[in-house]
């Protein structure tokens, strides 16, 4: 009580330190594979950050955790920076102890590997930093001021946190980028709000719309918090739970989405209405067929007790050799068959409640519940998939030789074709870096390591130095893939047994697909022997189109562009040869108009180009004078008038004449004195545009 800031409606939330925020909680629902697919965790958990600091202050009841040593500093920082003392001015403190407390978070979630982002952990980070920039703007700083002082956290916490230190470049990185997108997008933003505001004055209303706080937040990344800070200081109101019931619109759409692109078989739902009490074992590590009783089918809408021909379905079984989807291996394929029906399996996925389906379709026959039936995975496909899984583990290693410990798994797929790898790191890979990281992959697979899965404890496996991913959640015990020395990574998936099996790695493709997020693309064994295979048929292609072999193609394409360019000056050359040509003895045309030369004269079948070469040399032959010419075209004709400084000087325009003659031809132009051109759909005009040259030029005459 003794920290309120007396306002009458000081509450939880309230900007005063009455309430403090001592545990935060981030809620994580959704378990997305990064290709859009997104499966209900297991446990949905609940991530308690709850900093040291904060419970220091709420045990010991030191007035402020801004007093202890490592945030003042950086407090006086911000003061120093905007100019503006600590405890002079309530609301000061208020903006200068938001900013000093969202840029430490924001420092320390970067340095775990938090990238900004509109959902999750990421949504959390970017709030925390609009929220500091939105106050740094209360208190009128206008530079960049992020980096300074999350410089500031930084020196101030590296010895309990050294990790601070080595990701200094990579947390500078993200709070530039984060800073000036949000700069970018809060003009706009804060124009739309003040729009917004004026028209609720006008209504004579006192509260902004929940659908207008909703675009803000969608479509200009103002958080909630921040559009309401803004409005309550123009003295209204924000309806909130409008904005809940559009988020709430929006959510379902999402996951309407993620319904449609993650269960081929069935929807999401139908699964719910299997019976909880069914579970199903992985016994795939070890086999890849064995027999086992159906519990549970579905059809694409409903639980049902028997699938026939033809239909969509999923099978629930009790022990089953097929890998589910999960931590970004696509599942096992393959054929479930009973004695009297037979079941292709396109997918494994992971269903609520420890469960796996066997998504697919019934090829023959009829599968029943409780029949006995015999699992059997594909082997190719699983085989595939474990060299491309093990390749990424190597992968990852060789990032982090080559571009620096920073690199962490950002998301992952693998499937029996291929394999991607996103990760975070904050410029576009070079080519020697690229060949470099192929060669270390290519090294470890030649030299046969063999990869061995073992299961422990948490505390064992971080004793081994494997490599985890930041906030995911493991059990009690883990499973730890190593590949000899060279990599050691906890990992649920399937491997290959030694690296050799791999036999080939090439990176296909390196992009950004998020700011600080890099993506790589690569294929391994028979899928990198199609993906030559391929291109040799694409180069085959190409040499027979060019009359060539292959060795001899880029000769080829050379002497061939060398030709190209021969046949197109000799083509120019003969244009306007033909122009000429058809001009004929055209000086012998030349009339004389009250003492002004007039050359008029109708071509066939030249363009606008040749026209106004011909009637440069035209005019030069001719000394002064104005030159007429019109070119009929099947289906259209073209038309220039030049004259020269002393025909001008007598009268003549270039630019009026055309606008005269232009409409003869079916069309309109216009130019200067000296130069006139124009175009028409009617050829059959050019005859009338030689004969009413003489008069129009007479006119001009003075
Ligand atoms: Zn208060
Ligand atoms: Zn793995």
Redesign the pocket.
Known sequence: EKY????PD?TVG???D?YIEVWNNVFTQFEGDGKGNYTTLDQKNIDTGMGLERLATAVQDVESIFDVDTIRAIREHVSKISGKDYKVKHEWDVSIRIITDHIRSATFMISDGIIPSNEGRGYVLRRLIRRACRHAKLLGINEEFLIPLAGSVIKSSKVGYPELEDKKSMIFNVLKEEESKFNKTIDTGLQKLNELCEKIERNNKDTVRGKDAFMLYDTYGFPLELTIEIVEEKGYKVDVDGFNEAMEVQRETARQARKETNYMGADATVYEKLDTSLKSTFVGYELLDNESKITALTSETDVVYELNEGEVGTIVVEDTPFYATMGGQKGDMGTISTENGKFEVTEAIKLPGDKTGHVGKMVSGKIKVGDYAKLKVDEINRNSTAKNHSATHLLQKALKLILGDHVEQAGSYVDGNRLRFDFNHYQAMTPEEISKVENIVNEQIVRGLNVITSEMSMQEAKETGATALFGEKYGETVRVVAMGDFSIELCGGTHVSNTNIISSFKIISETGIASGVRRIEALTSTGLMDYYKDLENTLNEAAKEAKTTTNDLVAKIASMNEEIKAVESENEKLKAKMASDSLGDALSDVIEVSGVKLLAKKLENIDMNELRNLSDSLKEQMGEGVVVLVSSMPDKANMVVTATDGAIDKGAHAGNMIKELASLIGGGGGGRPNMAQAGGKNPAGADDVISKAKEVLNNQIK
């Open positions: 309120s800031c007396g306002k000081c309230c900007d005063c009455r």
